[in-house]
């Protein structure tokens, strides 16, 4: 046994050492491995460009800039060679395989790379109305929805932006770039820091309600709970205590703890508009509506469109199975409509009234029917009590009568 281990260990001792050796000849050493960095990458393929963007967010060394090209009717990649370091990150980074540094784009294609980038990009749910424009508008198909919410492969993401292009709401979409987290959480520990050394004043109520944690913003990166004179609980996304100071909204670099953000549409220019002609009635509409936008008329029992409410995210007309459901002026859409809102306050309030009445009218027969039964009771009583005095009296004459004779 104990010469059979001694062998090996020869043999693997002798194999280390030849390699050793011929370490200068071996082939792995001078063939460059599969990422090799070399001179700046070119543009190899500029039809094939979406204008993504993908490259110039994933350049360390901010060198690349989107210019319009007159010749494609679009913007291109430009790189600057004096900034450019031959990172190659643009190269993997790009969905359509537009650049190229010798063989890189070829040699690493395929493999698996968790793209480098300055902005990192994610949902907030509270402010999603999850109209799936953003998942249909991703290049390289990162999005998608789980468990009714959508959410972002940060490993995959390219950080292109094409989803908060095709986002109809303000801020649905956060953008966290790294100068932002690194001055949030410096703060963070600057706060924590006098915090510890008892020198931190702090003001209490100085935020109207206490904080609540959005999940899908937080990045469980800390700051919140570092600064917080309460207690957070980050494994259950929850404000245990809290004294109302606002710190933990000031060093959150995702917005993820806040106490309130309204929705707020980007497109006020246009707005949607059923045709009653075309309508079949199916109501696909007003299920796939997330912001409630979309009434059923009491009259025509056909669904039609509320202006004011809706935010214009194209969805009803995108499912609408027979291009019923098209795009209008916001005035001409308040327009068509306005008959139909007039008719159905009127119908709600005769509605309303009518119930009311027979609320009444039910309390008021309720009343009669018991004024009745106790008068019935009443005059019942009395006549058992005239029949009995009656038959008394004639008992009684029927006594002294007989006394008599």
């Given at each position: 046994?104990?010469?059979?281990?001694?062998?090996?260990?020869?043999f693997a001792?002798?194999?280390w050492?030849k390699?050793?050796?011929?370490?200068?000849?071996?082939?792995?050493?001078?063939?460059?491995?599969?990422?090799y960095?070399?001179?700046p990458?070119?543009?190899?393929f500029?039809e094939?460009?979406?204008?993504?963007?993908?490259?110039?967010?994933?350049?360390?060394?901010f060198?690349?800039?989107?210019?319009?090209?007159?010749?494609y009717?679009?913007?291109l990649p430009e790189?600057?060679d004096?900034?450019c370091?031959?990172?190659a990150?643009?190269?993997e980074?790009?969905p359509?395989?537009?650049?190229e540094?010798d063989?890189?784009?070829?040699e690493t294609?395929?493999?698996?790379?968790?793209?480098s980038?300055?902005n990192?990009?994610i949902?907030d749910?509270?402010?999603?109305?999850?109209?799936?424009?953003?998942?249909?508008?991703c290049?390289?198909?990162v999005i998608?929805?789980?468990?009714?919410?959508?959410?972002?492969?940060?490993?995959?993401?390219i950080?292109?932006k094409?989803?908060?292009?095709?986002?109809?709401?303000?801020?649905?979409i956060?953008v966290?770039?790294?100068k932002?987290?690194?001055?949030?959480?410096?703060?963070a520990f600057?706060?924590k820091n006098?915090?510890?050394?008892?020198?931190?004043?702090?003001?209490?109520?100085?935020?109207e309600?206490v904080?609540?944690?959005?999940?899908?913003?937080?990045i469980?990166?800390g700051?919140?709970?570092?600064v917080?004179?309460?207690?957070?609980d980050l494994t259950?996304?929850?404000?245990i205590?809290c004294?109302?100071c606002?710190?933990?909204?000031?060093?959150?670099?995702?917005?993820?703890?806040?106490?309130?953000?309204?929705?707020?549409?980007?497109k006020?220019?246009?707005?949607?508009?059923?045709d009653?002609?075309?309508?079949?009635?199916?109501?696909?509409?007003?299920?796939?509506?997330?912001?409630?936008?979309?009434?059923?008329?009491?009259?025509?029992?056909l669904?039609?469109?509320?202006?004011?409410s809706?935010?214009?995210?194209?969805?009803?007309?995108?499912?609408?199975?027979?291009?019923?459901?098209k795009v209008?002026?916001p005035?001409?859409?308040?327009?068509?409509?306005?008959?139909?809102?007039?008719?159905?306050?009127?119908?709600?309030s005769?509605e309303a009234d009518?119930?009311?009445?027979t609320?009444?009218?039910?309390k008021?027969?309720e009343?009669?029917?018991?004024?009745?039964l106790?008068?019935?009771?009443?005059?019942l009583?009395?006549?058992?009590?005239e029949?009995?005095k009656?038959?008394?009296?004639?008992?009684r004459?029927?006594y002294?009568?007989?006394?008599?004779?």
């Open positions: 046994m104990a010469s059979s281990l001694w062998y090996l260990y020869e001792r002798k194999k050492i390699r050793f050796i011929d370490a200068k000849s071996d082939k792995s050493s001078y063939i460059p491995p599969e990422r960095r070399k001179i990458p070119i543009i190899k500029p094939r460009c979406i204008s993504c963007e993908a490259c110039k967010e994933s350049c360390p060394a060198a690349i800039e989107m210019i319009y090209n007159e010749s009717n679009k913007k790189i600057d004096g900034s370091v031959a990172c990150n643009c190269i980074a790009c359509t395989g537009v650049l540094m063989k890189h784009r070829v294609e395929g493999l698996f790379f968790d793209i980038k300055y990192n990009l949902i749910e509270e402010v999603c109305v999850r109209c799936g424009n953003c998942e249909r508008a290049p390289i198909n998608e929805r789980k468990e009714g919410k959508y959410v972002i492969d940060m490993a995959s993401c950080s292109c094409e989803c908060i292009k095709a986002c109809p709401i303000e801020n649905a956060v966290v770039d790294e932002t987290l690194k001055e949030k959480i410096d703060k600057e706060i006098k915090k510890i050394a008892g020198k931190l004043e702090i003001k209490e109520n100085a935020i309600e904080p609540h944690i959005v999940n899908s913003l937080c469980t990166c700051a919140c709970k570092d917080c004179v309460g207690e957070i259950e996304k929850k404000v205590e004294v109302r606002g710190l933990c909204i000031d060093v959150c670099p995702t917005t993820a703890i806040r106490v309130y953000v309204p929705i707020i549409p980007k006020r220019d246009i707005c949607y508009v059923i009653e002609d075309l309508c079949i009635g199916c109501r696909i509409c007003q299920k796939v509506c997330e912001v409630n936008a979309i009434n059923i008329s009491r009259e025509t029992k669904p039609y469109i509320v202006p004011e809706c935010i214009s995210c194209g969805v009803c007309e995108r499912e609408c199975p027979v291009g019923a459901i209008v002026k005035e001409e859409a308040k327009e068509a409509v306005k008959v139909r809102i007039i008719e159905d306050k009127i119908i709600e005769i009518l119930m009311l009445y609320e009444k009218y039910g008021v027969k009343e009669i029917e018991n004024l009745s106790k008068k019935l009771k009443e005059e009583k009395r006549r058992v009590y029949e009995n009656r038959i008394k009296e004639m008992k004459e029927l002294d009568k007989g006394n008599n004779s």
